[in-house]
């Protein structure tokens, strides 16, 4: 089924662990992003690529690490997670020229 | 923050009609998006508009003013199915393809 898959659903974290959120694409999508949805702030921009070997900062990156070494793997990385990274995380993709978001499900973290 | 904004909460009733207005502020415009998104899923793409005027999609309209920084959702028939919150989001020219600034979302409740 041609999509975004989101790995894991769901994840219950000691604050001070690596955390690696992973996402995946079939899409042949050249773009990919990284959301966090928080109560009350919305959809923030942590992170993009535009194509496979280039990644940019958005509005939230600072705690996060990305890396695109292909075009269907775009994971996000908590390097020492904090409790304020508690959120639901969404990774997003679109294709060359359009500007239409295509989501994952969504990965659910809780830093404790 | 981001210079977006749209009401909160709504309520509307089965079979009713709905707007929800979304205003924005950027230098850059480049394209208004709508999202729906019901509750614990991932927001799915409703509409885009980038030049003025109307886009009507069955029951589902938007409405763009690029001079009044405005745009309005507009939901006819309301169905329960249709309670959902609704995100409208806009593109700056030159950023990021696909590098959508949210708003903090609109809640619709419909009742019976």
């Known amino acids: 089924i041609a999509g975004i898959t989101q790995a894991p659903t769901s994840q219950i974290l000691a604050a001070g662990r690596r955390m690696t959120l992973r996402c995946t694409q079939d899409m042949r999508h050249n773009a990919m992003y990284w959301y966090r949805q928080d109560l009350g702030l919305g959809l923030r921009l942590i992170h993009y690529?535009?194509?496979?070997?280039?990644?940019g900062k958005g509005e939230v990156p600072d705690g996060y690490s990305v890396s695109r070494a292909n075009t269907d793997d775009f994971p996000l990385t908590l390097a020492s997670a904090v409790p304020s990274q508690t959120s639901v995380y969404f990774c997003a993709s679109s294709r060359p020229g359009a500007n239409v978001l295509t989501f994952g499900a969504g990965s659910r973290l809780t830093v404790l | 923050g981001q210079n977006i904004d749209q009401p909160t909460e709504m309520t509307a009733t089965e079979g009713a009609i709905v707007q929800i207005n979304c205003t924005y502020q950027t230098s850059g415009f480049n394209g208004l998006f709508w999202y729906q998104q019901h509750a614990g899923e991932a927001p799915t793409f409703l509409s885009y508009n980038v030049l003025d005027g109307l886009e009507e999609k069955g029951r589902f309209s938007s409405f763009l003013s690029r001079s009044k920084g405005y745009s309005y959702l507009l939901l006819k028939e309301l169905q329960m199915k249709d309670s959902a919150s609704y995100l409208c989001a806009y593109m700056n020219y030159g950023g990021s393809q696909g590098n959508l600034i949210f708003g903090k979302g609109t809640k619709l409740s419909v009742k019976p």
């Open positions: 690529s535009n194509t496979a070997g280039t990644t």
